[in-house]
């Protein structure tokens, strides 16, 4: 369902005491860009995510990319980042990796090192420390690139002891450990007490969230609501678990610019 078609749903969450804007960066507040190293929020939803900070309990930011590399990305101060899949939470200042991933530190590095010798034109290796993405978006062409790949990659984790994730023009190798978006979005309602809370994403790993926010809903621990973000290539497991969409970056401009107008009106 469109989130238009709901509006007095969004203004009463809005305003609730206890409510957190939880969002994913790339493709949902960043348009995608052939370089991921060049993408970027625009000032519109720069200025609307600061707004939106200094009336709700939190704005959360839950990316794939390391927390170092999205807060400086977003660019807005005092918000929270929780990056890698939910292997890193950025806290007093520090880097938190979970404990349960801290034994696969030297195992990421060797599969790193065997990526790097390997990499076929148009692929860039990115080294996250804890999980580690090869990105193949520049590639002329992507679909042989991805196909010649996979054996390899997949060999190369098995080896290894990782898990292999595929996204949208990007393979990751993770820890065989239960950390996810979706977990670290239900530790996160968990620890700061979230009482409602909205989560925007795009991609295949957005649905853990999704599926996440369904969770809390029906279980009343936290009145949660998964939006998916459409796009032309949007996948089947966005599809299937989100609560309501949003159409592209620009849906999401104008759902967060609803969201600070009810604050706005509530609080005058
Ligand atoms: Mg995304």
């Known amino acids: 369902m469109n989130w238009k078609e709901n509006l007095a ?3 009463r969450l809005a305003t609730h005491r206890g409510f957190a804007l939880v969002s994913d960066f790339d493709g949902t507040l960043s348009p995608i860009v052939n370089d991921p190293e060049s993408a970027k929020p625009d000032a519109r939803i720069q ?10 309990l939190a704005v959360v930011i839950l990316s794939g990319r390391a927390v170092e590399d999205v807060s400086e990305r977003v660019g807005v101060p005092g918000l929270i980042f929780i990056g890698n899949h939910g292997f890193e939470r950025l806290q007093d200042g520090k880097i938190i990796i979970p404990d ?12 790193a090192k065997k990526i790097r010798r390997n990499l076929l034109p148009g692929m860039r290796l ?3 420390g804890i999980t580690l993405s090869v990105h193949y978006r520049q590639a002329e062409d992507e679909e042989a690139v991805r196909e010649d790949f996979l054996p390899r990659i997949r060999s190369w984790s098995d080896k290894y002891g990782l898990v292999l994730f ?20 239900i530790q996160f309602v968990k620890d700061f007490k979230v009482q409602a809370a909205v989560y ?4 295949t790993t957005d649905a853990s969230v999704l599926k996440a926010a369904k969770k809390l809903r ?22 299937l678990h989100e609560d309501y969409y949003v159409d592209g970056v620009d ?18």
């Open 200 to 203: 925007l994403g795009d991609d």
């Open 47 to 56: 200025a609307l995510l600061g707004e939106l900070r200094d009336h709700v």
């Open 218 to 239: 029906e279980t009343g621990v936290c009145e949660a609501y998964g939006i998916g973000v459409h796009s032309p290539d949007t996948p089947m497991e966005i599809h």
């Open 251 to 268: 849906g999401v401009g104008d759902f967060l610019s609803a969201l600070v107008d009810a604050c706005k009106t509530s609080s005058t």
């Open 100 to 111: 349960q991933a801290k034994p696969y530190q030297k195992a990421v590095k060797k599969a």
């Open 9 to 11: 749903l969004w203004e």
């Open 126 to 128: 990115e080294n996250k």
């Open 166 to 185: 595929q996204g949208r023009k990007v393979f990751e190798l993770r820890p065989p450990v239960d950390v996810d978006k979706g977990t670290a979005f």
